[in-house]
C-alpha cells in the first residue's frame, strides 16, 4: 500500500500541491477552466506557514487508521477504502456536524462546496490521496507537481528503509566518519532558512 | 498574537495604532504579510523565472528536480536575470522621477509654468560648469534652459559616459572603465536589461550581473543624482532646520492633509497653497483651527529637508497615519503607496487624492498634476480636504507627541557645518575620534520590527563613535527615536559626542529621501577625493536594515559597486545561486573593493560594520582596533 | 459465545460491528425499543429538513450484512443476572452469554407534570417522528421548548425553519454548561436572529407543565402561563435505566461502570448514553451524552467481550452545533486563563492551566480544533506557542515545527 511521505525540510512553501490539489479536485481537471468553475475547487492540502519566516509545512491527510475522524462520524459517510487503504469522504451522506474537524488531530479536514455534492451546502471535505488517478496508475496530483521531493509518493516501508539509510549516514557523520554523498541542503539555501528563524527571533525581542 | 503589538513595531504610535486596527478589523500590511505565508520558496530564492512562455519555470535548490528552465537556463542564470531585473526597475523608479523633475525645470525655465522658480542659482551655475554650459552673462532662467536641455541627455544614447559619473574618484572611474560597467544613458542601461534578460540574450550569469551592476550605477551618478540636483536648484539646496516627526504632528483641531510618495514637485505646491489667506478663512470658517500638512515617506523627506514640514511617518505608517480619523485628505504622488491605502480611507472620511498620470488608484479621487497649472491645482487640492473637514467622525485618536528633529543636512550644509572643507571630518576620522562613517537608508519590510532595525543599528554605531547618515524610511525612524537632535549628541560615543558638541550637530544626520543617497555618494567622494584615495579605501559602510523595495536593491548595488561595503537585514531573492551568492557576498571584493552582507539581527550587523570600518581604518594606516576582537553578541 | 445488546444506538452498533469485525463466529442478538432499523440520532435533524435517509447509518440491510439477529420493537422490562436472562415486555426471556447495555437516555425537564401526555422529546426516532407528524398535519404551528442546551437549541432552529412560531425557555443562558457566557451571548443572537422568540430569567423559570388531560402550558414561578401547541422537554438528558431496578446493577445517574466498562454485575456491560463513565480529562464521573463517547464506548466493549483487556480513556466533553449559520464548537472546560481573539464575526477562546490547554470555544472559525484537541488531550505545555495559538494561520506548520525542537 503506498502512501504520501513528507519531508518537510524541503517544502519551500511554493504551494503547487494546493493548486494541483484544487485542480485536480475541478470538474474540468484543467487550471484555466478551473479557476472559473462553481463552486470553486478547493484543494484537500493545505501548505501552512512554520514557525518562521521560509518555513512551510505541506499538511494533508494521513488516513490514519484506526481513523478518528471515521469513527465519530454519526452518518457513516466516512470509510476506508479497503483496496487501497485510503480514508474517503462521501460528501452525500454528510450532515455538517464538524465532529470529525474537531477529533482530527491534523486539522486537514474543511468545510466547503463540492461540485460532486449535489447538495446546496457545504460538506466536509479533504484528501482522497487521489483515488481516481491511483486507479489510473498515476501519482497524487500534489505528489506529481511537487518538484522539491518535499512530497513522495511510496511504499511506507521503502521510504522508511530509505529514511533510515539518511540517518545512518547523518550518525556516521556525528561519529566523524564522513560520508561523501551524504545529501545535505545547500549552504546557501540553509541560509535562506536560517534567515527567517533569525529575523523571527529578532522580531520577538 | 501577543496584543500588546510590540513584535510589529518598536514605534509607540504605531503600536497604539495597530492595535487600534486589530481592534476595528481594519486590515494592515502585517495582516496581509500573514494571510501570504508562507511565501513561495522558488519565488524567494529567485528561481522561478515568468520571462517567457516556454514557462514559467522553477528550478529545484536541492539538486533532485529540474536543474534548468525550459530555455536551459540554470539556477544562476534565472538569478542573475531576476535580480537584473529587479534593479532595473528600481532604477527606473529613480530615473523617471529624476525626469520629472528635470522636464519641470526645462518648463521652468521656458516660462511654461511659473508655479516654480530657480531656487539655487548657485547650484544652477556649478551643474552648468559640470555640463559644459557657460554660465557666463546668462540669466537664470536661460542657463537653466540650457543645463536641463544637456542634462536631458543623461537619459539618451549619445554618451559613453554619465556627466555625473565624473563626479566619483579618478580610481574609480577607472575601474568602472576597465569593467566595462561605465553607465551611459540612464535609458540605454534600463532597456538594455530587458534586452539582456530576454531568452536567449544574456546568458552568463556573470556578464548579466555586470550590466545589472551598470544599470545601478547609471542610477546612482544618474538618474538619482539627476533627481537630487534639480531639485535643489528648484526648491532650494537644504540646510540645517528644526522639525517634528511622529503622528503626532496631526492636529485634532486642524485641516490636516498628508503629502505621500516620491516626487515633490506638486506638494512644493501645496505648501503654498495652503498659506493662501482665502483658503485659511474657508478653513476656520469649517470650523478648523487651521491647515495643518504633514509629510509621509519621501515626499515627506523632500519637504522636511527644505521647509523643515512635520514628518507622519514612514513606509509602514502610511495605512495608519489614517485610522487617526484626523487626515482630511492623502495627497499620493508615486512609489511606495500601497494600494490599500484606498481601503483604509474607505472606513475613514479621509480622501485619497492621487496626482500623477502614470500612478493612479482605483477608489481614489484623481487631480492630475499639471506643472503649469500648478498653484491651481494646489488650491482646488487644500480647498477639498478643507470642506472634508465637516465629515470627520466622532473618533479621533492621535497617539503620541511630536518628537523634535533636526533635518537639512545636504553636502553643501554638512561641508559648511565643518567650516567650508571636510577637513575637520577627516581629521576628526583620522584621529580614532569619528571610526568611520555609515549610511542607515532604505525602507520598512514588514518582516523586520518596524524600525526596530533602523534604530538598534544607528544607536550601536553612534555608541562606537561612528557617525551615522540616514536618507529615506531610515531618517524618519530614527527621527521619532529621537537620534536626531543635537542634544542625541549624549547618545553617542565619547569622540563622536564631542564633535557633535562642538559643531552642534546631532550624531545622525538626515541628508534627504531616498533619491538623496547620491549626496552620500558626494560626500563619500569628497572625502576620497580629500584623501586621494579610492572610496572603498575609506571606513564607510552602508546598511538597509528594513528594505523592501526594488529600489532598494538597485541603491544597493550602486553604493556597493562605488565601493561601499553594506550590510542588507533582508534577504534578496539570490539564494537559489550559491554562485551569485558568492559573488554578491564575496567575489565583488576583488571587484569592485566591496561587497554585500545579509545580517537581520541589527546588534548583528553593528558588528559586522564595526569590523569592516576597522579593518578599513588599518588599511588606511589609522589606529584601529583588531577587527576580530570585537565581540560578535550571541 | 452468546451476546446479546439492548439498544440499537451508536454504542449498541459499535459493539456489534466490532465484535463481527474480528470474530465471525460470536452470536449476536440486538434489541431496539423502535420499529426501525439502527439509527444515528444526531443525524434525525437532517432527516426531517431534508429528507435525506442518512440517519440510518448503517443502512436498512445492517442486520443481515453483519448475520446478527435484529429484534425491532422490542422492550427489555427486567434484568436477572443471576440466571443470565433478560425479560421482554410480553414475558419472553432472553438468555445471554454476556450482556451490553445501551439503551441511551432521552431528554427530560425536572418539573411537575413532566410525565403528562403532550410533552414531546426529540431523543429518539420515534419520539421525533411523533413532534414532526404533529407539525406535518397542521395540529402544531406553535412550539415551546423548556430548555437551551446543543439539543434544545437544535429543536427550536429546525422547528423555527418549519415555520412554527417558536419560543424558548432560557433560565440561565443559551447551553450555559458547555458554553462561556460570551460565546452563549452570541448564539443567543444567532437564534433570535433565525426568528426564534427567547425568554429569559424569571421569565423562563418553568414549575410546572400545566394542563388538565394533556399538558398545554408551562407555568412560571412568576404565575405567568406560557401556551404552545407543541410542549418539548430539552432541560436535560436522563439515561433510560428504569429497567434495571431490582437486577442489582448498580445505577447513580447512569449505569454505574468501570475502566473496563463492566458493571458491578459479572458479565453486564453499559455503554453509550446510559453509562456514568469518567471525564478523560478531570477523570470526574458523569454522562456526557455524545455520539463519538456512544462509539468509543462501543469499541472498548466488544475488545473486552473478545477477550482483549482494554481499558477506556475517558469520555470526551464536546459538542458542536450545526445549525446556527457559523459553526460552533466547544471542548473541555472554561477554566484557568482565557485567550481570546475576535474577528468580525468570528470569536476564538483557549482556556489554559499551567500552559496546557484544558478547553476552548470557537465560533465562525474552527480550524486547528483537532489539534487544540489533540494538544489538550496530551496535555502538552504550549507555553512557547502561547502567543501563535490565536495565529489566523495556527496550525500543523507551528506546532511540528515546534514539537520537533
Not at chain 2, 516660462?111 to 559640470?130: F, P
Request: charged letters at 20%; a negative charge; hydrophobic letters at 40%.
Amino acid at each position: 500500500m503506498k502512501t504520501v511521505f513528507v519531508n518537510p525540510e524541503r517544502c519551500v512553501g511554493c504551494m503547487q500541491c494546493q493548486v494541483a490539489c484544487a485542480v485536480e479536485h475541478s470538474q474540468s481537471k484543467n487550471l484555466y477552466q478551473a479557476v472559473f468553475e462553481v463552486p470553486k475547487p478547493r484543494p484537500r492540502i493545505y501548505v501552512a506557514p512554520g514557525l518562521y519566516l521560509n518555513t512551510s509545512f505541506p499538511n494533508k491527510c494521513r488516513h490514519c487508521d484506526p481513523a478518528p475522524c471515521m469513527e465519530v462520524c454519526p452518518t457513516g459517510a466516512i470509510t476506508r477504502n479497503a483496496d487501497l487503504d485510503i480514508v474517503v469522504i462521501d460528501g452525500n451522506k454528510c450532515i455538517t456536524c464538524a465532529m470529525c474537524a474537531m477529533v482530527c488531530p491534523f486539522d486537514v479536514i474543511r468545510y466547503y462546496e463540492s461540485a460532486t455534492v449535489k447538495l446546496d451546502k457545504t460538506v466536509a471535505v479533504k484528501c482522497d490521496h487521489c483515488i481516481d488517478r491511483q486507479r489510473q496508475g498515476k501519482v497524487p496530483a500534489c505528489v506529481e507537481v511537487c518538484k522539491v521531493n518535499a512530497l513522495v509518493f511510496g511504499d511506507p516501508n521503502e521510504i522508511a528503509k530509505s529514511a533510515a539509510g539518511r540517518l545512518a549516514k547523518l550518525v556516521s557523520v556525528a561519529t566523524g566518519a564522513i560520508h561523501p554523498e551524504l545529501p545535505r541542503l545547500p549552504a546557501t539555501f540553509e541560509a535562506w532558512r536560517k534567515w527567517g528563524e533569525e529575523s523571527g527571533k529578532v522580531n520577538e525581542r | 498574537m501577543s496584543d500588546t503589538f510590540e513584535h510589529l513595531s518598536s514605534a509607540k504610535d504605531a503600536q497604539k495604532m495597530i492595535r487600534y486596527a486589530h481592534e476595528e478589523h481594519i486590515e494592515t500590511v502585517w495582516d496581509r504579510l500573514a494571510a501570504q505565508e508562507p511565501q513561495c520558496g522558488y519565488c524567494a530564492l529567485g528561481l522561478s523565472c515568468r520571462n517567457c512562455a516556454m514557462g514559467p519555470c522553477r528550478v529545484d535548490p536541492f539538486g533532485d528536480g529540474p536543474q534548468r528552465g525550459v530555455c536551459g537556463a540554470d539556477a544562476d542564470v534565472i538569478v542573475a536575470r531576476n535580480l537584473a531585473r529587479s534593479i532595473a526597475a528600481g532604477a527606473s523608479a529613480h530615473s523617471d522621477h529624476g525626469r520629472d523633475i528635470l522636464e519641470t525645470l526645462y518648463q521652468t525655465a521656458t516660462g511654461e509654468t511659473s508655479a516654480y522658480k530657480i531656487t539655487d542659482v548657485d547650484k544652477l551655475k556649478r551643474l552648468a560648469a559640470e555640463f559644459g554650459v557657460e554660465a557666463e552673462g546668462k540669466e537664470p532662467a536661460e542657463l537653466a534652459r540650457e543645463v536641463a536641455w544637456e542634462m536631458m541627455e543623461e537619459f539618451g544614447m549619445r554618451k559613453e559616459e554619465l556627466t555625473f559619473a565624473a563626479r566619483a574618484p579618478k580610481p574609480r572611474r577607472e575601474l568602472w572603465e576597465k569593467l566595462g560597467i561605465m553607465p551611459r544613458g540612464i535609458d540605454r542601461e534600463n532597456v538594455e536589461v530587458l534586452h539582456r534578460t530576454h531568452m536567449g540574450v544574456d546568458n552568463d550569469y556573470v556578464n548579466i550581473l555586470l550590466h545589472a551592476v551598470r544599470t545601478s550605477l547609471s542610477d546612482g551618478w544618474g538618474g538619482s543624482m539627476v533627481a537630487t540636483e534639480v531639485s535643489d536648484v528648484l526648491f532650494g539646496t537644504p540646510a540645517p532646520i528644526n522639525s517634528k516627526a511622529n503622528l503626532g504632528v496631526l492636529k485634532a483641531d486642524h485641516v490636516n492633509i498628508a503629502l505621500h510618495g516620491h516626487n515633490p514637485m506638486l506638494s512644493d505646491v501645496m505648501v503654498r497653497a495652503a498659506q493662501d489667506p482665502a483658503l485659511q478663512d474657508l478653513a476656520r470658517s469649517k470650523g478648523a483651527a487651521g491647515i495643518n500638512l504633514v509629510g509621509l515617506c519621501c515626499t515627506g523627506n523632500e519637504l522636511q529637508m527644505r521647509i523643515g514640514l512635520p514628518m507622519a511617518g514612514n513606509h509602514l505608517i502610511q495605512e495608519l497615519v489614517i485610522m487617526t480619523g484626523a487626515l482630511e485628505a492623502m495627497l499620493v504622488d508615486y512609489q511606495c503607496i500601497m494600494p490599500s491605502v484606498v481601503d483604509v480611507a474607505k472606513c475613514f472620511h479621509t480622501e485619497i487624492i492621487s496626482t500623477f498620470d502614470k500612478a493612479r488608484f482605483t477608489g481614489a479621487t484623481h487631480i492630475p498634476f499639471d506643472p503649469k497649472r500648478g498653484i491651481e491645482i494646489g488650491q482646488q487640492i487644500v480647498r477639498r480636504a478643507i470642506e472634508n473637514f465637516p465629515n470627520r467622525g466622532p473618533r479621533v485618536v492621535i497617539p503620541d507627541e511630536p518628537v523634535d528633529m533636526m533635518a537639512g543636512f545636504s553636502v553643501e550644509a554638512i561641508v559648511g557645518a565643518l567650516g567650508g572643507t571636510p577637513k575637520p571630518l577627516v581629521d576628526a576620522i583620522a584621529a580614532g575620534h569619528i571610526r568611520g562613517a555609515v549610511g542607515v537608508v532604505g525602507c520598512n519590510n514588514p518582516k523586520i520590527k518596524h524600525d526596530y532595525g533602523h534604530t538598534t543599528l544607528t544607536r550601536r554605531l553612534i555608541e562606537n563613535d561612528i557617525l551615522v547618515v540616514v536618507t529615506g524610511c531610515a531618517a524618519v525612524a530614527d527621527g521619532k527615536a529621537g537620534l536626531m537632535t543635537p542634544a542625541a549628541a549624549e547618545m553617542a560615543g565619547p569622540g563622536l559626542k564631542a564633535v557633535c558638541q562642538a559643531l552642534g550637530i546631532p550624531p545622525v544626520l538626515h541628508m534627504g529621501s531616498c533619491v538623496d543617497n547620491t549626496r552620500i555618494l558626494v560626500l563619500a567622494a569628497a572625502l576620497a577625493d580629500y584623501l586621494g584615495v579610492d572610496i572603498s579605501a575609506l571606513p564607510l559602510a552602508g546598511a538597509a536594515p528594513e528594505w523592501y523595495s526594488e529600489k532598494a536593491v538597485s541603491i544597493g548595488t550602486y553604493v556597493v559597486a562605488s565601493g561601499i561595503y553594506t550590510v542588507l537585514g533582508v534577504q534578496p531573492a539570490i539564494f537559489g545561486s550559491p554562485n551569485v551568492v558568492n559573488l554578491l557576498a564575496g567575489g565583488l571584493n576583488d571587484v569592485v573593493g566591496a561587497a554585500f552582507a545579509v545580517e537581520p539581527d541589527p546588534e548583528k550587523a553593528a558588528v559586522l560594520i564595526r569590523r569592516h570600518i576597522e579593518g578599513k581604518r588599518k588599511g588606511l594606516g589609522l589606529p584601529f582596533v583588531e577587527p576580530d576582537t570585537i565581540v560578535m553578541p550571541e | 459465545m452468546k451476546i446479546l445488546i439492548v439498544g440499537a444506538g451508536p454504542a449498541g452498533v459499535t459493539v456489534a460491528e466490532t465484535l463481527r469485525q474480528h470474530d465471525d463466529r460470536v452470536e449476536i442478538t440486538m434489541l431496539s425499543g423502535e420499529p426501525t432499523p439502527p439509527y444515528s440520532p444526531p443525524a434525525m435533524l437532517e432527516y426531517f429538513t431534508t429528507g435525506r435517509e442518512v440517519h440510518l447509518w448503517r443502512g436498512r440491510d445492517f442486520a443481515e450484512r453483519l448475520g446478527i439477529t435484529y429484534r425491532a420493537g422490542t422492550t427489555v422490562v427486567a434484568v436477572e443476572p443471576a440466571q443470565h436472562t433478560v425479560r421482554l415486555e410480553g414475558g419472553e426471556t432472553l438468555g445471554y452469554d454476556r450482556l451490553v447495555l445501551a439503551t441511551g437516555g432521552r431528554l427530560y425537564t425536572p418539573i411537575a407534570g413532566e410525565e403528562k401526555p403532550g410533552i414531546y422529546n426529540f431523543k429518539s426516532l420515534t419520539a421525533a417522528e411523533e413532534l414532526l407528524g404533529r407539525v406535518r398535519s397542521g395540529a402544531a404551528r406553535s412550539a415551546l421548548i423548556v430548555g437551551a442546551g446543543f439539543i434544545g437549541v437544535e429543536i427550536a432552529l429546525l422547528l423555527a425553519d418549519l415555520g412554527l412560531e417558536v419560543t424558548q425557555l432560557v433560565r440561565s443562558r443559551v447551553m450555559r454548561s458547555m458554553l462561556d457566557p460570551e460565546t452563549s451571548q452570541i448564539v443567543l443572537g444567532m437564534i433570535e436572529a433565525r426568528g426564534v422568540r427567547v425568554l429569559q430569567d424569571d421569565a423562563a423559570d418553568a414549575v410546572a407543565f400545566v394542563g388538565d388531560a394533556r399538558a398545554e402550558a408551562v407555568q412560571m414561578r412568576s404565575g405567568d402561563v406560557v401556551s404552545a401547541d407543541l410542549l418539548v422537554a430539552a432541560t436535560g438528558l436522563k439515561p433510560n435505566v428504569a429497567y434495571l431496578h431490582g437486577s442489582g446493577i448498580e445505577t447513580k445517574w447512569g449505569v454505574l461502570v468501570d475502566d473496563h466498562l463492566r458493571t458491578n454485575v459479572a458479565d453486564v456491560y453499559a455503554a453509550g448514553d446510559v453509562a456514568e463513565t469518567f471525564d478523560r480529562f478531570t477523570g470526574e464521573r458523569y454522562v456526557h451524552a455524545i455520539f463519538p463517547n456512544a462509539v468509543a464506548q462501543g469499541r472498548i466493549v466488544a475488545y473486552n467481550l473478545l477477550g482483549w483487556d482494554t481499558a477506556y480513556e475517558g469520555a470526551d466533553n464536546m459538542n458542536s452545533l450545526k445549525h446556527l449559520g457559523l459553526p460552533l464548537m466547544a471542548v473541555g472546560r472554561m477554566t484557568g486563563e482565557e485567550l481570546r481573539v475576535q474577528r468580525g464575526a468570528e470569536l476564538r477562546k483557549l482556556y489554559l492551566e499551567d500552559n496546557r490547554i484544558v478547553g476552548f470555544r470557537l465560533v465562525g472559525d474552527v480550524s486547528a480544533a483537532g489539534i487544540f484537541r489533540s494538544l489538550m488531550n496530551r496535555r502538552a505545555d504550549v507555553g512557547p506557542l502561547r502567543h501563535r495559538l490565536l495565529d489566523p494561520k495556527f496550525g500543523m506548520g507551528t506546532v511540528i515545527p515546534y514539537t520537533a525542537q
